[in-house]
Structure formats: structure tokens, C-alpha cells
């Protein structure tokens, strides 16, 4: 049934689709949408709150899962440098066995408990090329041909491996390929962090092209995929995932590199109905067979009834649901017996099974959720020199001479949210690039944005990647200057839009 539904949109029935959805502008849902029958759902679980690194942490978010009525639960193993399973291919190529801090092999764990609670586990790399700038793995071979740039990413240090230096590719394709083969995997999930940025020159845009990128994610899938491996994908939507990432996931998914596709709609607000609507339409138009949504923190994204709202549409379109994150769900709804079953499947409009009938020892109805996990503290970090930039009448010279800069901007626990202040009267410009150029559009002053990384330009200046929102709730991703940016105080204000 699950290979059926998803099916459901072939190139060719998505081509019907299009010619359909392309004579109706209206936003309500028409007949056709309406008997969209899609009913699965998925989920992410991340490291956070101990459901992965911890042994009673897995068992107890693969069993709410199953209880809640998600069907497949990407699960973390590949996660800022280091794996939440046990890799021989890590230890070859200088890092860790397994994460610090990690009680056991998660992965085996996962697999386990997905046999007993008739759950699909599917292993999930999630940071991409990104991995923390004081990781075994780059401090080994940096030296040795691998190169990439410093971004701050989550608030975290981090470099941006260009994958097509050194052995990067050979580590990637055969990590991929142990999954498959050590604990017997049959899909891998792969996010748009994969994609690689030049810190010089035209500063987002991957290098070499989207064509070059395809045919290197070909040969990097390539070894799993002889071995029985099928891919799946969460990314930016179709247009921002080629500009600004170039993956062009339909040309994925024609060369069989993946095989589904979850668009990421998390800047859609829970209460833009029309907007999401327009969006997901247009995502399942392309060939997406789901889409990628946001659970929480409540702070910061969707509640619980909100994101309910969003999966029945998206399940009125005949599109499936992978949400994002389930363990902060779970902890958010302190979910552990059948009342909080009960709650959270009839908001996300899911089956939920009370009694998994399992052969287990521990009964599903007494779980707790696990402690919070003790991990070791963080090596120190020294902060490298300050960079001495010339003023600015002076020119810096070409753009593979740039200095990269620490962003001057605060970095709080939880909010990832700006405003922009300071600002002339016409708004702060926007640009397509850090490397500036024309510009494309002005926000105001007191407008919200999104971090998401920050690096030099050209000329030297400061600029940050953020994901602007707009008075009329209009998404655009853009480089801002840092200097008309303001940290908002997660203490004093709520974090969300």
C-alpha cells in the first residue's frame, strides 16, 4: 500500500496535474484536490532531548510513533560531523566510531524497535556537507585535499566542505553505502545541505552548476543504490532549490538519483491557509510526493492544532506529511501515555494504535520519556584573531582575496529571529548575492527575517543570508548587510512571527 500511494503522482499523472491546476487560479481546493486520498505520515527525529543518543530515548520514540500512527521515522545518524551509528568508514577517515556521548548503536536499536512496533526506520543525514569547524573528521583532512569555508550554522561553528575536493566523495558514498549494507537499510534520506557554496565570488551559488552537482550525487548515491538503496529527499522548494542550492530535484528524481521528494514549506505561517495551499500545489506540480512540515518548538513555529490544519490539507492535495521535529513534539506534549496518544493523533488526523500488541517487555502504555541525556562538555573553542580589514575608501581587491569576518551579532539560545533597524527610510537593501550586484527589493525597519548563515563580501562588509517575511506574509530568501540587524531578546519577546 505505502509503494502504491506513492506512485500515485508519476511523471505522467503530474503532468495531467499541471495542465489542471494551471486553468484553476482560484486558492479554494477543487473536486479533484478534494478526493485526494494520501494518508501518510512521517517524521524527523533529531538529537535533541535524548530520544536518539539514549537507549530508553529510542524505544520510546519509535513506540509514540507507532502509537501516534506515523508510518516511516527519519532518524538522525549522520549529525555535525558524526555518526549515531557504529562506522567503521568514520574511524578510516579520522573521526569518531560514534557520536560522543552516545549510549550503544543507536541505528541497531532503531532497526530493532522498528520490527517489534511495525514502524519503518529509515536512516536520515541530515547535516549535509556541514560539519562543526573543531570535528575530528575536518581537523583530519583539512590537511589532506578537503577544503570548505567557516559559516556559524544553527549558532554552531561549522565549515561547508566543497565536496568535489580531496576524498570528500569517496567518504560520502561509502558511508551511504554502509548503512545500506551493515544494518540492512532500504531507503536514506538526504537533505539540500549537501549542496556546495563558494565562499568567494557569486557567495550562494554552488559551484559549478546544478548539472555538475546532479552528476556528483549520482556517483555518490550510485554504490547504495546498486546495493538496493532507494533515496528520498527534503528540501527547499523546487525554484529556491536550484537558485540557491543547485539541486534540481526533478532531474534527481528523472536520473533515479532519489526517488521522492518533500518540499520544506516551514516559512509558511500555520494561519496562511491560501498561501500554503498556492505553495503545496505548486511542490506537488513539480513531482514532490509530500511535503516537509514544522512541529515545534511551539515558540518559535506551528502548534500542534495548527500543524493538524496543514496535514489534512496537504492530505486533501494527495500529498503526504513528513514532519519536523517529532521528539520536540513529544516533549512539548509530554506525550507518554494513551491520553497524549489520543491528543496528538486527532490533531494530526492519524490512526493511532493504542495497543501495539508487541511482544515487548516493557508495555507501551507505562513509557516514560527518557532523561535528558548527559554529554560531554564541548572542547574550548578559541576565537581566531580579528581580521584586519583595510577602510573602506580601500579597495579589498578581487573576490578571492576576501577576509572572512565573525558576525558582530549576538548569537541567543533559542531565536533565530531579527529585526531590521537602523535602516534608511527606503528600507534596507537586499541583494541576490553577497557578492551585492543590483538591488533587487527594500525592507523596512522593524521587518522579521530569519538567520541563516553570515560571510564577507566582496568589498568586505558584513552580510547575512536571512529569509525575509514580508508585511503581506511574502517569503524571499536574501543577503541583508548585518549592520541593519537586530538580535531579538528570546527572554523579552516570543521568538516566533
Known amino acids: 500500500m505505502l509503494e502504491f500511494k506513492r506512485k500515485i503522482f508519476s511523471p505522467t499523472l503530474a503532468l495531467v496535474a499541471v495542465l489542471f491546476v494551471l486553468g484553476c487560479k482560484k486558492s479554494s481546493l477543487s473536486e479533484t484536490e478534494a478526493a485526494g486520498s494520501s494518508s501518510i505520515v512521517s517524521a524527523f527525529l533529531t538529537r535533541e532531548h535524548g530520544y536518539v543518543d539514549t537507549a530508553v530515548g529510542r524505544k520510546h520514540a519509535v513506540s509514540m510513533a507507532a502509537r501516534i500512527g506515523i508510518k516511516r521515522l527519519f532518524v538522525d545518524m549522520w549529525s555535525r560531523g558524526c555518526t549515531l551509528f557504529k562506522s567503521n568508514v568514520m574511524q578510516q577517515y579520522g573521526g569518531p566510531e560514534v557520536c560522543a556521548g552516545t549510549e550503544g548503536d543507536p541505528l541497531a536499536d532503531f532497526v530493532r524497535y522498528g520490527k517489534i512496533y511495525k514502524i519503518e526506520i529509515v536512516p536520515w543525514f541530515e547535516w549535509g556537507n556541514i560539519v562543526p569547524a573543531k570535528s575530528a573528521l575536518w581537523q583530519r583532512n583539512k590537511s589532506m585535499g578537503w577544503s570548505g569555508f567557516e559559516e556559524s550554522f544553527h549558532t554552531v561553528p561549522s565549515i561547508r566542505i566543497n ?14 553505502k554502509e548503512v545500506a549494507v551493515k544494518y540492512g537499510s532500504k531507503e536514506i534520506h538526504i537533505c539540500d545541505n549537501f549542496a556546495p557554496h563558494l565562499r568567494t565570488g557569486a557567495a550562494t551559488i554552488a559551484l559549478k552548476g546544478p548539472q555538475t552537482f546532479t552528476a556528483f550525487m549520482s556517483r555518490v548515491t550510485s554504490p547504495s543504490r ?29 536520473r533515479g538519483i532519489v526517488e521522492w521528494v518533500y518540499p520544506q514549506l516551514y516559512h509558511v505561517l500555520e494561519n496562511r491557509n491560501e498561501q500554503f495551499v498556492r505553495e503545496a500545489r505548486a511542490e506537488r506540480n513539480a513531482g514532490a510526493v509530500g511535503l516537509a512540515l514544522y512541529s515545534g518548538p511551539n515558540t518559535e513555529r506551528w502548534s500542534l492544532e495548527g500543524l493538524g490544519r496543514l ?9 503526504e506529511s513528513a514532519i519536523f521535529d517529532l521528539n520536540t513534539l513529544l516533549k512539548d506534549q509530554r506525550a507518554y501515555n494513551n491520553e497524549h496518544v489520543n491528543k496528538i493523533a486527532a490533531a494530526l488526523g492519524t490512526p493511532r494504535r493504542l495497543d501495539l500488541g508487541s511482544n515487548d517487555s516493557q508495555s507501551s502504555s507505562s513509557m516514560t520519556p527518557p532523561p535528558a541525556p548527559i554529554l560531554p562538555p564541548p572542547a574550548p573553542i578559541l576565537p581566531p584573531p580579528a581580521p584586519i580589514l583595510p577602510p573602506p575608501e580601500v579597495s579589498t581587491g578581487t573576490a578571492n582575496e576576501q577576509v572572512t569576518e565573525k558576525s558582530p551579532v549576538t548569537k541567543t539560545r533559542l531565536c533565530e529571529y531579527m529585526k531590521v533597524g537602523g535602516a534608511p527610510e527606503g528600507g534596507a537593501p537586499t541583494y541576490a548575492s553577497a557578492s551585492k550586484g543590483p538591488v ?5 525597519n522593524d521587518q ?3 538567520r541563516h548563515l553570515t560571510q564577507s563580501g566582496v568589498d568586505g562588509e558584513l552580510m547575512m543570508y536571512v529569509l525575509v517575511q514580508s508585511g503581506a506574509a511574502e517569503n524571499k530568501i536574501r543577503w541583508i548587510q548585518a549592520k541593519y540587524l537586530i538580535e531579538r531578546d528570546p527572554d523579552s519577546a516570543v521568538c516566533a512571527p
Do not use: C
Not at 166 to 176: I, Q, R, T, V
Open 163 to 176: 565536496p568535489y575536493k580531496g576524498s570528500f566523495e569517496a567518504f560520502m558514498a561509502a558511508l551511504l
Open 226 to 254: 546498486s546495493a538496493g538503496v532507494r533515496f528520498s529527499l527534503s528540501s527547499q522548494r523546487h525554484l529556491n532549490s536550484l537558485e540557491d542550492f543547485s539541486i534540481e530535484w526533478s532531474a534527481w528524481r528523472k
Open 311 to 319: 496535514i489534512k490539507t496537504a492530505k486533501s492535495l494527495g500529498l
Open 440 to 444: 533587487i527589493e527594500y525592507v523596512g
Open 448 to 450: 522579521l527575517i530569519y
